[in-house]
């Protein structure tokens, strides 16, 4: 199967505070990127899907200014939580596309004090 | 609103044992469907893909697909240990790669 990273595997930040976290497809190039969130024994969210070198789709409730995502390149994408608060403390996953298969990044989790 | 079913669970099955994993979906035009198995606190990892109807065998595993019954099923021969975990059924929505996914059933395989 497709090797995707993910960095950091976990973080723990202040209130208030960003946090950038990067995606990479390490031996396949990946037009589309999804991201996803997962709460504590609940399913898989989609947050947004993002194509290389254009403007991310946003997911209905999912605040663009909050969650930002780049998608420079094929192999790289990253998201970054502005300002984040308690409630977005979070397991946050990305999803790079190959063919039509998604595959899953290790995931990040966020924890926010 | 597509969707897609799954008896959350949990689903018990002795060692050794056949452990039937079952799925429903709601849209018509959805033309692929993948199993995923997650482990608490891991990502998601791809266990299977299937785009026609039938049986697609992989190991263990088993991957059935009835269009007309809009249903998909996974299933686990000689069932492990090691294979307790949350399965996630999903569908294929549209050409843009987006997935729609079920809740995941829990299965626990007893020693």
């Known amino acids: 199967g497709a090797v995707v990273s993910q960095h950091p595997s976990w973080v723990i930040c202040k209130s208030g505070t960003s946090v950038k976290i990067e995606c990479r497809s390490l031996?396949?190039?990946?037009?589309?990127m999804f991201w996803y969130r997962q709460f504590p024994k609940q399913s898989l969210m989609l947050m947004a899907t993002?194509?290389?070198?254009?403007?991310?789709?946003?997911e209905q409730g999912v605040e663009k200014d909050k969650f930002l995502i780049n998608h420079a390149s094929l192999t790289l994408s990253t998201l970054t939580v502005t300002s984040a608060h308690p409630e977005d403390s979070s397991f946050y996953i990305c999803?790079?596309?190959?063919?039509?298969?998604?595959?899953f990044g290790p995931g990040t989790r966020l924890t926010v004090l | 609103q597509k969707e897609v079913e799954q008896n959350s669970g949990p689903l018990s099955v002795p060692e050794g044992a056949i452990a039937s994993l079952n799925c429903t979906y709601s849209?018509?035009?959805?033309?692929?469907f993948f199993w995923y198995r997650q482990y608490s606190g891991k990502s998601p990892e791809l266990i299977m893909f299937?785009?026609?109807?039938g049986d697609k065998e992989d190991g263990r595993f088993t991957a059935q697909l009835n269009k007309a019954s809009q249903y998909v099923s996974l299933l686990i021969r000689d069932s492990q240990p090691s294979d307790s975990a949350t399965y996630l059924c999903?569908?294929?929505?549209?050409?843009?790669?987006?997935?729609?996914f079920g809740q995941g059933t829990t299965l626990q395989v007893k020693p």
């Open positions: 849209d018509r035009g959805s033309q692929s």
């Open positions: 999803s790079p596309l190959d063919a039509y298969t998604q595959y």
């Open positions: 999903a569908a294929g929505s549209g050409n843009t790669g987006k997935l729609i």
């Open positions: 993002s194509n290389e070198g254009s403007k991310a789709t946003y």
């Open positions: 299937i785009y026609s109807n």
């Open positions: 031996d396949f190039q990946a037009t589309t």
